[in-house]
């Protein structure tokens, strides 16, 4: 599974292979690869017990993902998100509703965070036309400072 030279890790205290499961859900072109889990050996360090997930390799729209269980040392923030790029209205909400349920939390201009605190981005892709133009893209910008989910519709009118 692991294709590319690069991938994401996503450091969780113990709910590793049950959001690599979540995401896997919610991507439409998504899969669950190999599951590895603690042993005896490196307790010491690692303090898992024995047969615990250590790791949960998945892929979502093409990306390599891996979920690890690495305790609660780190904890998720804004300072690193996922963007996931939409064409359409439909995709966003889809996008967003999944994200959000079960204790995500929306914020501002197309950012939440999902029930595991990992930030996401759902940004439409004509955004980036829409701001080329340095008349309309002020009004489209105060458009979307406005806004929690991105409404393309709204973002169009205002760039008229």
Not at 110 to 135: A, H, R
């Amino acid at each position: 599974m692991n294709s590319q030279k690069m991938s994401i890790c996503l450091w969780f205290d113990k709910k590793a292979e049950e959001a690599a499961q979540f995401y896997t859900s919610v991507f439409k072109n998504s899969e669950m690869g190999a599951i590895s889990r603690y042993g005896k050996e490196g307790f010491e360090i690692h303090h898992m017990p024995e047969g615990t997930v250590m790791t949960a390799i998945f892929k979502l729209n093409g990306l390599d993902f891996m979920a690890l269980n690495g305790g609660p040392l780190f904890k998720f923030n804004e300072s690193v998100s996922i963007v996931v790029n939409c064409e359409t209205q439909d995709e966003i909400d889809h996008y967003w509703n999944e994200l959000t349920s079960d204790g995500g939390q929306e914020s501002q201009c197309g950012w939440l965070k999902d029930k595991y605190g990992v930030s996401w981005q759902i940004v439409p892709n004509i955004l980036g036309s829409l701001m080329k133009d340095p008349q309309k893209s002020q009004k489209v910008m105060h458009a979307f400072m406005q806004m929690k989910k991105f409404d393309i519709e709204a973002l169009k009118k205002a760039a008229q």
